[in-house]
Structures are given as C-alpha cells and as structure tokens.
C-alpha cells in the first residue's frame, strides 16, 4: 500500500479496507472463542469463606445486643 493514497484507485482501497476489516473481524472472534473457552476452565468463581477471629465474633455480638437493647429501650419508652 503506497503512502500517498490519491494515486490508489478507490476501489483498490475499498478491497483494502474490505480485506483489513475482515481480518480483524476473525481476530475478534477467534478472541472471543478464546476467552469464552478459558473462562470456563479457570477457577470457580466462588470465594473462599474469610474466618473471623473469636475476639471479632464477641465484639460483633456484644454490639448487636447493644443495638438491641437500645431499640427496646425506645420502644417501651414510646408504648408507655
């Protein structure tokens, strides 16, 4: 392909522009295939359970029961 493109014909360019397409088009799909093949034979997507130390388990627990205790508190102070 000549760098000064007024000297191509234009239907020389469209073949050109046709056949490039057409390339990429393959390479897209040929990608595609290959990501989609890959994808299924990578890891399974689901995530290993994170652990929680007892000392977090407590706080988390010792915080509900506060939270609780306050919502009872305002609900007996709003039905007496």
Do not use: C
Request: charged share 30%; glycine share 2%; net charge positive.
């Amino acid at each position: 392909m000549p760098k000064d493109l007024s000297a191509v014909p234009t239907q020389d360019l469209m073949k050109e522009i046709q056949s490039r397409l057409a390339n990429f088009e393959r390479a897209k799909e040929m990608f595609t295939a290959l990501a989609g093949s890959n994808a299924t034979q990578g890891k399974s997507t689901v995530r290993a359970k994170r652990h929680m130390s007892a000392s977090a388990r407590k706080r988390i627990a010792a915080a509900q029961r506060a939270r609780w205790a306050k919502y009872k508190q305002e609900n007996k102070k709003k039905s007496a």
